[in-house]
């Protein structure tokens, strides 16, 4: 197999923070499988996506640019993504998944071949109808990592032989609200917790977090960890299946997370629309046959990830923020800073949270624009990176897009009551 013609696979979970895998540090030994790709592979210790939600931290990953740049007003998909260079390169591309808020809704399935988002849109009504009955009463939000792996597979083998492709699943299990199977239940946790009272005291985390008491923080804590372990075993069997096919050693394999979740750290739970580590610093590990196991330790974001593909096709496209991370262990990198941003929501709809952060440190800010100006408020870090913060938002202010009331609804009863059940108010 060419150069050009390498498999790609991005495989991505959803609220997976950094610092509970155990490659990372985590003294619960929440993924194996992961600890040993990364072991073998490429590891990048201080990641960072673009955003803090998925509503911005996907379109950056998948377009290589910044939030404001990759989704317009309504947060529909407004750039072209990864299927989109690769298909003209010859790959067959795929995604599959279930978060409603990068469905097809939001035009995410813009050049791809193949996108299972796991909503039955455009299928007979009944049919969709039925399904979303069946859900409620299986008190299913979203399709399990085994789900997304079966998907993905059976598109594998419908491929004929030799034809490269472009592979990106994502993972839902971590996100809330925590309800572990019952395999998984007790391994982290005493006793066994119901899905009901999971929903109840995640919802509750969310909406009253200073109610939430420190025995309450630990059982939330203790079933997230379930599910990575969960997530983690279902990634290393997908792992297994591509051995199994002869498809992994050629492979280029990426694995990262959209973002990360909160447990009250800041005073509040989930992943709202702030930029702290919890929320920002995702896992980021990539194997290619071509490039010696290292340990990264400066600073790379989700910005990064497509022009790092892209090199790894030739193909060099301008006015990405990002660059290609190859080699890996660049000295060029050493002293590099890279940023996040968070639409603020509400009564802060005018409202863009910055961050800048680099093995030095971080800094933040905020930022509103009012007429040709920029006013920058909460400004607070290390010295050095506020200046260069305050230089990138200078940067995005031609991208800057009015929120201040979002135009009419894109989702249909489907995505609204599959939001409602993870959790999110609209």
Known sequence: MSERTRNIILLSADALRADHLSCYGYDRNTSPNLDRFASENVQFVNAYSASSHTREAVPALLTGRYPDDAIDEKYQLDAPTVATYLKYEGYEAAGFHSNPFVSRAYGYNRDFDVFDDDLHLGRHKIVALAQRALDKLRNRHYARAAEINERSLNWIDSLDEGQPFFLWNHYMDPHGPYEPFDTYRERFHDESVSDKRAQILYKRAISDPKSISDEERKTLVDLYDAEIRYTDEHVGAFFNALANRDLLDDAIVIF???????????????????????????????????????????AVSTVDVLPTILSWVSVDPEGLPGDPL?????????????????RGEGQHSAVRRFRACSTAGSAFAEARLSGSEIELTNQKGNAVLSERLSDHIASRVSEFKSVEKRAEKQETKAISDRLEALGYKE
């Open 256 to 298: 990262t997370a959209d973002h990360g979740d909160a447990f009250g750290e800041h005073g509040y739970y989930e992943h709202p629309r702030y930029l702290h580590n919890e929320l920002t610093r995702v896992p980021l590990l990539f194997r290619h046959p071509d490039e010696s196991k290292a340990t990264v330790k400066y």
């Open 326 to 342: 190859v080699p890996p262990t660049s000295e060029a990198f050493e002293d590099r800073t890279v940023f996040c941003q968070a």
